[in-house]
């Protein structure tokens, strides 16, 4: 009886053991198909990537890997040149720094050019020597032309000519020869002098036909010769000089 309840017991036991590993094994499956299950999978479709313009993008400096200067021009090949000569003087470890640098550099250089330029054009200017940038050489010896206009009566236009036309300056000559032309027609009281008026202020102020006409065309020569700034040869000028000379002769003070 004992050898029957043992053998009873021993096959229970082998049982159960039997029925927990399938029911394992059966919880094994059933887990692997619910992850399965809840997987998912995407199946719809994808854009097509383009890149475009990636050399103008990445057309910088600090993309530069190889440089070729065979075929660049002088200018290009001067600044790698100096980008090779700050990369060695600095210690530099890429081009693109040594480029960068370069730049720098280059950018100080146009400044202080700049500023030399705009130092030396305000010297100029401040030391009355103005002319050589903005007028004429042969302008220099001129006598401010305000102080001989504010004193038309007391200038001595024959003395000033004179020298004018031994120094060739054939321009000032008639200048000269123009405001004696003004000075004579006031102290004649054919015209009130001011200067501030303009020479249509004069002609309108002349009564005579035949002086206005002789005035018209010396004032032609006169702003032709003074404010065109054409150079005039002797002969131009000894043309010019005649009619100023025939119209001063003309009028009796």
């Known amino acids: 009886m004992n050898k029957f309840k043992?053998?009873?017991i021993t096959l229970f036991l082998f049982g159960m053991s039997f029925n927990s590993n399938a029911v394992n094994m059966a919880t094994i499956e059933m887990t692997t198909l619910t992850l399965q299950d809840s997987i998912y999978t995407d199946t719809e479709a994808r854009d097509k990537r383009a890149y475009e313009n990636l050399k103008e993008k990445y057309s910088g400096d600090e993309f530069i890997y190889e440089r070729s200067i065979e075929n660049s021009g002088w200018w290009s090949r001067f600044k790698q040149w100096l980008s090779d000569v700050f990369k060695d003087l600095?210690?530099?470890?890429s081009d693109a720094k040594a480029s960068n640098v370069t730049?720098?550099?280059?950018?100080?250089?146009?400044?202080?050019?700049f500023l030399l330029v705009?130092?030396?054009?305000v010297k100029a200017i401040i030391n009355k020597e103005g002319k050589w940038v903005f007028g004429r050489s042969s302008d220099k010896s001129i006598i401010p032309?305000?102080?001989?206009e504010n004193n038309i009566y007391e200038t001595d236009f024959k003395a000033l000519i004179t020298t004018a036309e031994s120094e060739n300056n054939y321009r000032l000559a008639i200048r000269y020869y123009y405001l004696w032309l003004l000075k004579t027609l006031s102290k004649a009281e054919i015209i009130d002098y001011d200067v501030e008026k303009t020479n249509s202020d004069y002609y309108y102020e002349i009564?005579?036909?035949?002086?206005?006409?002789e005035f018209s065309y010396t004032s032609y020569l006169y702003n032709y010769i003074w404010y065109g700034e054409f150079d005039i040869d002797e002969p131009q000028f000894n043309k010019a000089k005649n009619a100023f000379t025939q119209f001063l002769n003309s009028i009796k003070e």
């Open 207 to 213: 009564e005579h036909d035949v002086t206005k006409e």
């Open 6 to 8: 043992f053998l009873y």
């Open 90 to 93: 600095f210690s530099l470890n």
């Open 118 to 121: 705009v130092y030396f054009i």
């Open 103 to 113: 730049d720098i550099v280059l950018k100080i250089f146009y400044i202080v050019i």
């Open 145 to 148: 032309i305000t102080d001989i």
